[in-house]
Each structure stands twice: as C-alpha cells, then as structure tokens.
C-alpha cells in the first residue's frame, strides 16, 4: 500500500524552493489559527502579515521595483501552496491578479509611485471593486460614475463584495466616464482608478461589512462624490474594461491554483481518514463505495491541474490563453468542490465537526463557483470563443 508519506501531488518535487518557503510559512498558522480566526470575525493579519515580509504577495512585481519578479506560474504555486497547507489565500490574493493592470496599464510614473511601497509591504493593493448591486455580472453596465472635472475626478454610486477594503491601503475600481446611451461599444466608456483608501475615506468613500458564509472581509462600498486626482486613472480613459479583461486571465488560472491546493488538501484529507476510521471491523476506505468517489475526485484535480499549467505556461510565454485560463478555472473549481463533498461524506458527522477544518475549507471552496467569476460566465465563454456557438446576452 502507497506510505501516507508520499505527496499525492506528483509535482510536488517541482518549483521545491516555493512550495516549501510557503509550506514552512504555514506551519505556525494551523487548524487553530484558522479556526480562531473566524471564530472572532477577525481578519488573519498575521497570516498576511508573515506572508507579505516574506516578499511573497509582491512575486509579480517586476525586480526593478523591489518585488519578485516572477511569473504566473510560480504565483499560481504559491497560492496552491496556501490552500494545499489548510489556510485561504482569499484572505490576500488579489494584490496578485489585481497588480498586471497597475504593471500593464499604469504610467511610468504610478508604477514609480505605489509598486516599491506595495513591495515593501508599506502598503497593500487588495481591493477591487467591480461589482455593483443593480447590475451584477453584466460588468458593462455599471453606474458609479466618475466625472471629470479640471484635474480631478468626482465619483458617485456604489459597488457591492467589494473583498478585503479594510486591510488594503489601494483600491482598483471600474467606474464610467461616459454616459452608457453615448458609447458605441457596450464595454466603452468604462475607466479604471487606483483609489488611495485612507485618502477616499476622508472624502465621501463610506464601507459597510457585508457577513456571509465563509470569513471573507467583503462589503458595501459608497462613493459620495469622491474627489480623486485625475493622475490616478489608470491608463486611457475609456477603456477600462479592456484592461479589467485583460486582467482575467492571470485571475483565472490563479484562483484555479487555489482550488487545485483545495483539491489536494482535500483527497489528501479523505485518504488519511478513510484508512484510519474503522467502521465494521475494517477501515471505511476499504468499501468501494467510499473509496471511489475519493479516487475520482483525485483523477479530476489531477486533470484540473494539467490544464492549469498549460494556462500558466502560455500566459508566461505572453501567448493567448483566454480559452486554456477560463477551463482551468472551471476545472478546478468543479473539481474542488466535488473533492470537498466527498472529504464530508468521508467523514460523515466528523465532517461537520470544525476541529476536523473539513467544513470550513467546503464553506471556502464552494465561493469558487460564484467568485470571482460565477461557472456559468466560464461556460458561456467557452461556448462563444471556443466553440462559436452564438452569444446568448
Ligand atoms: C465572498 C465574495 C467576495 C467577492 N469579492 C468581490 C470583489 O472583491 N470585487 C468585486 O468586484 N466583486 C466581488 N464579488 C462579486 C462576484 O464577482 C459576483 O458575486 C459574481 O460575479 C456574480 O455576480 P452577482 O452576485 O451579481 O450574480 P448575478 O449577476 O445576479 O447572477 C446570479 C446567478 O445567475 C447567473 N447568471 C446571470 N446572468 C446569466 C446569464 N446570462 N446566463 C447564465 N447565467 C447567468 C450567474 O452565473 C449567477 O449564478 C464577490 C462575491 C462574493 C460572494
């Protein structure tokens, strides 16, 4: 029988240096760590804290500006790393695919500005707010709007799980500067700023904590003629929702990297518990009927896995990869998510039990299936742009 000891991710042995930096990170902030944290509402500040000296949320960050100037891939191994240890990169990972449309879009100037200071960790770039309430996934239609005036903007309206404002210093939002009724286009007149938080909040910004199901710091954002400098928009106004798309692509396979961490975390969780729980004389895992579902949920991260790394691949090698991103990350997240049932089922009422993690990591696993994209918009992609079949809204 295979030793307990072996990884059951077979890639284990690659990117070493990462996966072990980030696995003796995670060490100290175990099952009680987590599970004190969200017994208190709290925010894991430690947890980022630690993560952040380590220099590893700036990994995107080109080395010219004091980050890691790494890849996708490797990013996407260090918030698999996170999740594959029992912890939750939600509680962080946006500083990593919300940085390409700073790297990407911003001036030579705002780089010089905030890039070293988000290195550094002086401060963070966590939030992004896109979502609003009346408009939801249809993105191209928000209404907060930004008006120009001399050398400012003035913003108004409100977005919605606007994640993680309270611990971030910066925040990206998506507003319109033209009028819907004068666009030619359904994703022109869109235009993306980076808000300085501590700023904003002097000025108009208010924030509501929204509660919900998993320990995720998200909320209602409203803006009340906000002023912000006009240097702070983020390249040509107008085209902001190109750049948010552009960006989608490094969020995708990153967020896939996390389930996949998720994937393992769980297969490995129900293996070790199916061998060890007897039930009838015998450990449960010997039933096919439990052991089965544990092996198909394992074939399905592998496969998610593949096709995450191929994404990753293409994306560093500046490749189109719209197609290979958004089936990882409806890979992934299926996968996941079938691996976190069946790591409950496997546990029967232990599963249920939050010393066993086991509820808490399903709880954070299912968000993947909504945000930050909901499975449904990976599938009509895959029907549009893959497929051909005719766009359906
Ligand atoms: C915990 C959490 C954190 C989040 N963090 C952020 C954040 O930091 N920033 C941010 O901007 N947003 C954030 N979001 C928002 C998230 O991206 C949205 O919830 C998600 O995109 C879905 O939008 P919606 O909730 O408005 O659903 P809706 O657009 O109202 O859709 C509801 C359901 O209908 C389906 N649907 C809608 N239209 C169609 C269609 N044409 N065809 C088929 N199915 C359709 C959707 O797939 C979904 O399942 C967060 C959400 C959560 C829950």
């Not at 449309?101 to 896109?130: C, M, N």
């Not at 509820?359 to 029907?383: C, D, H, M, W």
Request: hydrophobic content about 40%.
């Amino acid at each position: 029988m295979t030793d307990l000891t072996t990884d059951i991710n077979p890639r284990a042995g690659e990117f070493t240096e990462y996966r072990q930096a980030i696995r003796d990170l995670c060490r100290p902030f175990d099952a009680a760590y987590w599970i004190g944290v969200e017994h208190e509402g709290g925010y894991p500040e430690a947890f980022v804290r630690a993560l952040t000296d380590a220099g590893w949320l700036a990994a995107l960050i080109p080395a010219e500006y004091g980050g890691g100037g790494l890849g996708v891939t490797e990013a996407s191994v260090i918030l698999e790393e996170i999740n594959r240890s029992g912890g939750n990169s939600g509680a962080c990972h946006a500083q990593m695919y919300i940085m390409g449309t700073l790297l990407r879009h911003g001036s030579a100037d705002q780089k010089r500005r905030y890039l070293p200071r988000i290195a550094s960790g002086e401060w963070r770039l966590q939030a992004f707010a896109v979502t609003e309430p009346t408009t939801g996934t249809d993105t191209t239609q928000i209404k907060t709007v930004a008006e120009r005036r001399g050398d400012t903007y003035v913003i108004t309206g409100q977005k919605v799980w606007t994640s993680r404002v309270q611990h971030s210093d910066l925040m990206l939002l998506l507003a319109r500067t033209t009028p819907a009724a004068e666009v030619a286009r359904r994703g022109d007149g869109l235009s993306v700023f980076l808000i300085e938080l501590g700023d904003a909040a002097q000025r108009g910004l208010t924030v509501r904590p929204i509660a919900n199901m998993v320990n995720h710091e998200t909320n209602e954002v409203f803006f009340d003629e906000v002023v912000v400098p006009a240097a702070n928009l983020i390249g040509e106004e107008g085209r902001g929702f190109r750049y948010i798309l552009d960006g989608m692509n490094a969020e995708r396979i990153l967020i896939a990297a996390e389930c996949i961490g998720d994937g393992y975390w769980f297969t490995d969780r129900a293996r070790r518990y199916a061998r060890e729980r007897v039930v009838f004389g015998r450990p449960i895992g010997q039933n096919q009927g439990v052991q089965f579902p544990i092996a198909r949920a394992y074939a399905n991260i592998r496969a998610a896995d593949l096709m995450r790394y191929d994404a990753a691949r293409r994306f560093d090698a500046g490749e189109p990869c719209g197609g290979e991103a958004n089936l990882a990350k409806l890979l992934a997240a299926d996968a996941s998510w079938e691996a976190a049932n069946v790591c409950l089922q496997t546990h029967g009422g232990f599963g249920f039990a939050a010393e066993y993690e086991v509820e808490r990591k399903f709880r954070e696993t299912r968000l993947y299936q909504v945000a930050p994209v909901s499975t449904n918009l990976i599938l009509s992609y895959i029907g549009e742009h893959i497929l051909g079949l005719p766009r359906s809204f």
